[in-house]
């Protein structure tokens, strides 16, 4: 299975959108250089409050551009790095891979996919109305979260928008995402 990057997003400061660049560094146990959210232990506020030196599981946060189509038709527009992805994808079923999976990125990055993004209130502070557009229900009534997943960075390299996406499933048996 492969998939393409499509943009590649940082920020060295805490906001909720991120700007798009040319091209992004992955730091292999520590995330994407100059980001506000790389390190070793865990760097978003919310997390931090309840414990600091829990293990940064979100060193690296992918979204795919389907998503925007999807709720597009909703009404939203939404453009890569304004959700705070550090990573857009396009042809891969980011929500449907098991924890474990390894991305090969470009040249050489590899990111291990940790868990799904809990989607928070700050994306109705972007976009009233959105948050109901990124978590859901299924036919069974169990939650969904579609605003993308986290990971680890494994191997370091240079990121850039049309770079392919190989995807490694783990060995069985697969272990589905929840939110990290």
């Given amino acids: ?16 959108s991120k700007p798009n660049r040319d091209s992004i560094t992955l730091l292999a146990g520590l995330g994407v250089e100059g980001d506000v959210h790389a390190g070793v232990t865990v760097k978003h506020r919310s997390r931090m409050a309840q414990d600091p030196t829990q293990p940064n599981l979100r060193q690296v946060h992918l979204i795919h551009e389907e998503l925007f189509a999807e709720v597009g038709g909703a009404g939203f527009q939404v453009a890569p790095g304004e959700l705070g992805e550090n990573i857009t ?28 993004r809990n989607p928070c ?22 939650l969904v979260r579609k605003a993308g997943i986290m990971g680890v960075v494994k191997e370091g390299g240079v990121v850039r928008p049309g770079d392919v996406i190989d995807v ?13």
């Fill in 89 to 116: 994808t396009r042809g891969i079923d980011l929500l449907g891979l098991p924890v474990g999976t390894l991305l090969r990125i470009g040249d050489g990055a590899v990111v291990e996919v940790t868990g799904l």
């Fill in 1 to 16: 299975m492969t998939g393409a990057v499509t943009a590649v997003s940082s920020n060295g400061v805490y906001s909720f």
């Fill in 168 to 180: 490694k499933l783990p060995d069985e048996p697969h272990r589905p995402l929840d939110r990290v």
């Fill in 121 to 142: 209130l700050q994306i109705d502070n972007f976009q009233d109305g959105l948050l109901k557009q990124v978590v859901g229900r299924d036919e069974a009534g169990a």
